[in-house]
C-alpha cells in the first residue's frame, strides 16, 4: 500500500482511501481499472481549496468486492466511510464506472450531497456482450491481462496508446493520436501503467440506478460526443431524468476528457460549477 494509504474501519467493512489537501470536502470516484496510483488530475482540486477523499471503490485495492455488489451497496458503503471520517456533507465526482455509485449515493444520501459531477459516466446498463467479453478478461485473466498491456507500453507506448483509445473513441485513432501532444501521451501511459481491474470491474458491470428523478442536488454532466466507451445516450438519460441536470459536452476526442484541447475547458467548467 502506498505510504498516503489509509484503511478506515467502516460498519461496512474496510474501505481504502486517500486524503489530500484542506478546505472544502470533496469525493473522487475514480473509474473502472483505476487503482490507488491512477492519478486523472482530480487531485490538482487539494490545491485549489478541497480537501480531496478518493476511495478505493469495493473490489480494488485494500477495499473487499463483496461489500459493493451492487450500486445501493457501494453507495451505502461511501456513507458508512463519511460517517467513520467525520464528514457530514461533501460533493462528489463520478468518473465513468463509478456513475452508477455516485448516482446511487445521491439518490439514497440526499443530506449528505451537495454537488455531482459526473464526468463520462455511465448512467445506463452495461450490454450483455460488454459483459460477457469482461468476465472473460478480467477474471482469472485479470493479472495478465494487465501485465501484458504493461509489458506493450514499455516496449511501444505509442503503439500501446493507440491500442487503448481502439475502444475510447469513435473518430480515427491515428489522427486522435497524432493530434496528442507530449503531455498527453504521458498520461495515457501513466494510467495503462497504473492500472489494475481487481474485482472492482466486475462489480461494475452489474451496477445501475432505476429512476433518476428523485435526485434533487444540482449535477453536471460532462461527456464528449466522441465517446466510444461511455457513448451519448448516457448524458442523454440524465437530462431527460434529473431536473438538476446540466450537460456539457466537452466536445474531447475521446473518453478522457481530461487531456487534449478539452483539458482547460473541462477542469474550469468543473471549478466554477463547484464554487458556484
Known amino acids: 500500500m502506498d505510504g498516503d494509504q489509509q484503511i478506515a474501519r467502516t460498519d461496512k467493512g474496510p474501505i481504502e482511501y486517500r486524503l489530500e489537501g484542506s478546505g472544502a470536502p470533496i469525493m473522487v470516484l475514480n473509474g473502472g481499472h483505476c487503482s490507488r496510483r491512477t492519478r486523472l488530475s482530480h487531485e490538482r482540486l487539494a490545491c485549489s481549496g478541497f480537501l480531496v477523499l478518493t476511495p478505493s471503490r469495493p473490489g480494488y485495492d485494500g477495499t473487499p468486492a463483496e461489500i459493493g455488489r451492487s450500486a445501493r451497496d457501494a453507495a451505502d458503503c461511501l456513507a458508512a466511510l463519511m460517517e467513520t471520517l467525520g464528514i457530514p456533507r461533501l460533493d462528489v465526482i463520478g468518473i465513468s464506472a463509478a456513475g452508477p455509485t455516485a448516482l446511487a449515493f445521491a439518490q439514497r444520501y440526499p443530506t449528505k450531497i451537495r454537488r455531482l459531477v459526473l464526468e463520462s459516466a455511465v448512467s445506463l446498463p452495461w450490454d450483455e456482450r460488454t459483459k460477457r467479453g469482461s468476465r472473460l478478461v478480467f477474471w482469472s485473466a485479470e493479472r495478465m491481462t494487465w501485465a501484458a498491456m504493461r509489458a506493450f ?97 466537452t466536445r474531447a476526442d475521446c473518453h478522457l476528457i481530461w487531456i487534449g484541447k478539452s483539458a482547460d475547458a473541462v477542469w474550469n467548467r468543473r471549478l466554477e460549477f463547484l464554487t458556484a
Open 153 to 249: 507500453v514499455r516496449i511501444a507506448p505509442r503503439a500501446a496508446v493507440r491500442t487503448m483509445l481502439l475502444e475510447l473513441t469513435t473518430l480515427d485513432v491515428a489522427s486522435v493520436v497524432r493530434g496528442m501532444g507530449a503531455a498527453d501521451l504521458a498520461y495515457v501511459v501513466r494510467m495503462i501503467e497504473a492500472s489494475r481491474s481487481g474485482r472492482g470491474f466486475l462489480n461494475d458491470i452489474e451496477h445501475q440506478v432505476s429512476d433518476l428523478s428523485g435526485i434533487a442536488c444540482p449535477t453536471l454532466a460532462m461527456y464528449t460526443r466522441h465517446d466510444k466507451a461511455v457513448r451519448p445516450e448516457n448524458a442523454l438519460r440524465l437530462a431527460r431524468e434529473m431536473s438538476e441536470c446540466a450537460v456539457y459536452d
